[in-house]
Each structure stands twice: as structure tokens, then as C-alpha cells.
Nanobody, 127 residues
């Protein structure tokens, strides 16, 4: 079992930046593929990005490519989401998730493949 706690959300103007963090505890962090998802009001939860166990491979949604970067520090048991050039349509609750599945990271942008979820952190981008 792994516990996940997100932080770093907040209110930011369009064009601004935020860095989300997700701290993991309970099991060996490097055993898990990590993902970020988001859910906007009235919409279904969608994948933002995923990162392999080592951090050597990532996969990002087309809507955030070139603006968001997922990374991890296995020594600190933490995964990050650096968000630049934020847009109002990025407003959502952002969740991190952990999966013990051994699949290529490009296949890990499916929420049903994740076993553990954080409580989410709100990101609001004003125009």
C-alpha cells in the first residue's frame, strides 16, 4: 500500500506557472509508475502525464505537451508536475496516482491502471 499527498496547487493568472508535488509513503516508491490526472468541473477525469519507475521515460497529453513536465525524485519519494504557460482551461483538481503495473509508460495514461490515488489539489487559472 502506498499513500499519496499532493501539494502546490493554488490560484494563478494565465501565463503563469505552478509546480505540483506528490509525496509518497508506505512502500518502495521506485516500484511504482506515477501519473498525474485532472478533473475539471462537469468533466471526466483525464490523464495529464505519466512517468516510468526510473524517471527515464515520460508520456504527456497533447493538451499539455511543451507546457507541463513530469519528473520524479526517487530519493525523496516525490513526483512533480511543473506547469508553465498555464491557461484557464487548465483549471481542475489535479491528482497523482501510483501503479504497480509493468507496462510501457505510454500505456499508463489510463486511470483504470492505477491502484493508489491522492486526495487532489485545486489549480485555478484566471484569465
Amino acid at each position: 500500500q502506498v499513500q499519496l499527498v499532493e501539494s502546490g496547487g493554488g490560484l494563478v493568472q494565465a501565463g503563469g506557472s505552478l509546480r505540483l508535488s506528490c509525496a509518497a509513503s508506505g512502500r518502495t516508491f521506485s516500484d511504482y509508475v506515477m501519473g498525474w490526472f485532472r478533473q475539471a468541473p462537469g468533466k471526466e477525469r483525464e490523464s495529464v502525464a505519466a512517468i516510468s519507475r526510473s524517471g527515464g521515460s515520460t508520456s504527456e497529453a497533447d493538451s499539455v505537451k511543451g507546457r507541463f513536465t513530469i519528473s520524479r525524485d526517487n530519493a525523496k519519494n516525490t513526483v512533480y508536475l511543473q506547469m508553465n504557460s498555464l491557461k484557464p482551461e487548465d483549471t481542475a483538481v489535479y491528482y497523482c496516482a501510483a501503479s504497480g503495473r509493468r507496462l510501457p509508460v505510454v500505456l499508463m495514461r489510463v486511470q483504470d491502471r492505477y491502484d493508489h490515488w491522492g486526495q487532489g489539489t485545486q489549480v485555478t487559472v484566471s484569465s
